[in-house]
């Protein structure tokens, strides 16, 4: 029995799918950075962080697939950010921003502690 040919997402579909899957992920990493704050690591990785995980390897095979089916060459940029989408300044969020060291510059030389 031969096998059916599924029909692929449209170009539309895909971008439509790519705003729902940005919004989940966002909403779960900013779950994950409040419960960071306020329980051990253990708990939080264990439900949100697994979630951010699936979430993040669906969008992965969706953007594969998008490319297989519709990229026209090196000059193509139009997919680019059909599952990655910059929603955040900086791609990141302030409890992200608060945990990692901050980058030196002139302004702040000056306030760093001595070593």
């Not at 090196?74 to 929603?87: A, E, G, I, Q, V």
């Not at 900086?90 to 306030?111: E, F, R």
Request: contains cysteine; hydrophobic residues 35%; aromatic residues 10%.
């Amino acid at each position: 029995m031969a096998r059916r040919k599924r029909n692929p997402f449209t170009l539309a579909e895909h971008n439509a799918l790519g705003v729902e899957l940005q919004a989940m992920r966002d909403r779960l990493f900013d779950l994950c950075g409040v419960m960071y704050t306020r329980y051990p690591k253990k708990i939080y990785l264990r439900g949100a962080g697994k979630a951010l995980a699936g979430v993040d390897a669906l969008r992965a095979s969706l953007d594969n697939r998008l490319f297989e089916e519709y990229w026209r060459g090196p000059d193509d940029d139009s997919l680019k950010h059909t599952y990655y989408r910059k929603t955040h300044p900086g791609d990141c969020d302030a409890w992200l921003m608060d945990i990692l060291p901050k980058p030196v510059t002139s302004a702040n030389l000056c306030d760093r502690p001595p070593r």
